[in-house]
């Protein structure tokens, strides 16, 4: 619970499930956290090897995220948890 607690974690993990994004994307889809928000759950789920970055050497700079295997074996917990979601309501 420690790598995938909080409030932007799981959203962040769930936008990625379905492919790689740019930094505005996930914003977009996680729910518009502050950049600096983001910017801190992004760089804990890379320490934890839970999602990769892909920076193209370019200019402007572009900046991918994706998840890493260990991050795609989190999809069974996070639809459970979104499942005991729907079913509390």
């Keep these: 619970m ?4 909080g409030k932007w974690k799981p ?15 996930l ?18 789920l890379e320490d934890d090897k839970i999602i990769k970055r892909h920076v193209f ?4 700079p572009r900046v991918e995220y994706s998840l890493t295997t260990k991050g795609k074996s989190l999809n069974n917990i996070l639809e459970m948890m979104a499942i005991w ?5």
């Design 57 to 60: 050497d370019q200019i402007p």
């Design 85 to 89: 979601g729907k079913e509390q309501r």
């Design 27 to 44: 914003q977009r889809l996680s729910g518009n956290p502050s950049a600096r928000v983001l910017t801190l759950q992004l760089r804990e």
């Design 2 to 5: 420690q790598v995938i607690g």
């Design 11 to 25: 959203m962040i993990i769930y936008n990625l499930l379905s492919g790689t994004k740019r930094f505005n994307e």
